[in-house]
């Protein structure tokens, strides 16, 4: 009999070793049900201990499961892929997936009005297809393309835009709404940090070409 708590108490050194977490829950889990039979086989079987055990092990079961679910290989369309590599190399994969979730892609025609000038501006917006001109009045002052963002100062600032976006063509772009990024970034500092580096080379480009 004793040589299951002997196992057991193995397995939990090995799991204080590792760094992994899920190796160590997993090991933790082992360990738990290597106590079992000491508990359960003795002439007195302690069943506040095994009732404990259950608890513990439901819990890293799930917390394993949860592990799990987090590592399993992100999958991105060719559009996607495009846009990640262009404008959030920064950000983890699995992050710019949780990004995405959060934002709504829209395909616009052409001719096409993306941002009033003059308005504040509630979304944040990068284009992932086509292009677009800047226009401050009847003027055109600047002309963008996929993988640049479109009116982030006045998003950054909550000030009016100076300027209008209109598309060249038919344009596809990705919008973000100022809540779900603030709930995003409120659980992943990671991830608005990766989007404020983007955000700031993109404004290092456009201030290198004006």
């Known amino acids: 009999m004793s040589y299951f708590i002997h196992i057991a108490n193995v397995l939990y050194l090995l799991s204080y070793l590792v760094r992994d977490i899920l190796a160590l829950r997993v090991l933790t889990v082992?360990?738990?049900?290597?106590?079992?039979?000491f508990y359960m086989l003795r002439p007195d079987p302690i069943y506040v201990a095994v009732a404990w055990n259950c608890v513990f092990t439901a819990i890293n079961v799930v917390q394993i499961r949860?592990?799990?679910?987090?590592?399993?290989?992100?999958?991105?369309?060719?559009?996607?892929?495009?846009?990640y590599r262009a404008v959030f190399p920064r950000v983890s994969e699995r992050d710019f997936f949780k990004l995405l979730r959060?934002?709504?892609?829209?395909?616009?025609?052409?001719?096409?009005?993306?941002?009033?000038?003059?308005?504040?501006?509630?979304d944040l917006i990068v284009l992932c297809a086509g292009s677009v001109a800047v226009r401050a009045g009847e003027r055109e002052v600047a002309s963008l393309d996929a993988g640049r963002f479109v009116g982030e100062m006045s998003y950054l600032t909550g000030?009016?835009?100076?300027?209008?976006?209109?598309?060249?063509?038919?344009t596809?772009?990705?919008t973000w709404a100022r809540e779900a990024l603030?709930?995003?970034?409120?659980?992943?500092p990671?991830?608005?940090?990766?989007?404020?580096?983007?955000?700031?080379?993109?404004?290092?480009?456009k201030l290198r070409a004006t």
Request: some cysteine.
């Open 30 to 37: 082992i360990a738990g049900l290597a106590l079992m039979p």
């Open 66 to 83: 949860r592990l799990l679910l987090e590592r399993r290989p992100v999958r991105l369309t060719e559009s996607e892929l495009r846009l």
């Open 102 to 122: 959060s934002g709504q892609w829209t395909n616009a025609p052409s001719d096409h009005c993306l941002i009033e000038q003059g308005r504040p501006l509630a």
């Open 159 to 170: 000030e009016s835009t100076s300027a209008s976006v209109w598309t060249r063509e038919p």
């Open 172 to 174: 596809e772009y990705v």
């Open 182 to 188: 603030d709930a995003l970034f409120a659980s992943s």
């Open 190 to 205: 990671e991830l608005r940090a990766g989007v404020q580096l983007a955000i700031g080379a993109d404004l290092a480009r």
